[in-house]
């Protein structure tokens, strides 16, 4: 396990994610485990060590909104939701285009992303070029984690870790957007705030 002391050394990330490498970083809400979101490879390290559902897709990261446009199919309710609150604690679940590999979203034709408030990962991410999967970094059905050491101690298969806290133990809102506005997962942006922004 590689330890890093920031999101600074860029290269040295970039070039560990693009050879497979397995990434827990902290986020603007809980703990994240890493993989680049086309290495099939990588995907299926991640979830051996999460110890998550093999058939379970794993969320999304992007740098910005032109990015998300590049992998999902975005209404125009969808893009008014991310310009009001991305980068934040908000997944969007929307339909994946069809130029992104079946495997990433296991077969699903959606998939949830979001742009965290969290400098240091958006750069990371301009740096790489593409989005990351990211998803709590912790072992499936246990608590989100919020603190490197226990990360660290949880999850010892992984190829890398940046040693600061997140921010947060509170994970994200999930709205699935695909048909209306449906909460999924409550988190610290309210359906009330979504519906307000649409003018509902």
Do not use: Q, W
Not at 98 to 105: D, G, Y
Not at 115 to 139: F, R
Not at 165 to 175: C, F, G, H, M, Y
């Amino acid at each position: 396990m590689k330890k890093y002391n920031s999101f600074n050394d860029l290269p040295s990330l970039k070039e560990a994610f693009e050879k497979g490498g397995v990434i827990a970083f902290p986020t603007d809400t809980v703990f994240g485990l890493a993989c680049i979101y086309d290495d099939e490879k990588a995907i299926e390290k991640l979830k051996a060590i999460k110890k998550r559902d093999a058939h379970k897709p794993l969320p999304m990261m992007c740098a910005n909104i032109s990015m998300m446009k590049e992998v999902a199919i975005m209404s125009s309710e969808a893009i008014k939701v991310a310009d009001s609150f991305f980068p934040g604690p908000l997944t969007l679940i929307l339909k994946r285009r069809s130029e992104v590999p079946s495997f990433v979203t296991n077969g699903f034709a959606t998939i949830g992303i979001r742009i965290p408030n969290h400098e240091g990962i958006l750069k990371l991410i301009e740096y790489i070029g593409k989005p990351l999967l990211v998803t709590s970094a912790n072992i499936s059905n246990e608590p989100a984690l919020k603190y490197y050491k226990d990360v660290e101690n949880s999850l010892k298969e992984i190829d890398g870790i940046i040693e600061m806290d997140a921010e947060s133990e509170l994970a994200s809102t999930i709205v699935d957007m695909t048909d209306g506005i449906k909460i999924l997962r409550k988190g610290l942006i309210k359906e009330e705030d979504i519906k307000r922004v649409l003018g509902r």
